[in-house]
């Protein structure tokens, strides 16, 4: 599969997906979501919200869901899907291995 989304470290963009001429898979976008997000985590910290956020961003961005400028119902729709995510321990910890298993 060629490399349809990028991220630039020096803006920290997520820049806008190819149109791809066949479906992707679901392992397809969790692979695209994991090397996506081991690019930005040097960038996010260790600051749990930051790392929440960007997985939820990155998995909508990979969805199609987001539009490349985001409007006010998006970020609210992100903004409660954070805040459930922060709510609930095991969600949250499930985020936080992986971003730690892709640290190292």
Do not use: W
């Amino acid at each position: 599969m060629p490399d349809e989304y990028d991220f630039n470290p020096e803006t920290h963009d997520l820049l806008p997906p190819k149109r791809l001429a066949e479906p992707v898979t679901r392992y397809q976008r969790q692979k695209k979501l994991e090397s996506i997000y081991k690019a930005m985590l040097p960038t996010l910290g260790s600051d749990p919200s930051k790392l929440v956020m960007a997985q939820i961003m990155i998995t909508l961005n990979l969805e199609g869901v987001l539009t490349e400028e985001l409007s006010d119902k998006e970020l609210d729709m992100l903004r409660t899907i954070s805040e459930s995510v922060m709510s609930h321990d095991e969600r949250r910890e499930k985020i936080l291995k992986l971003a730690q298993h892709l640290l190292y």
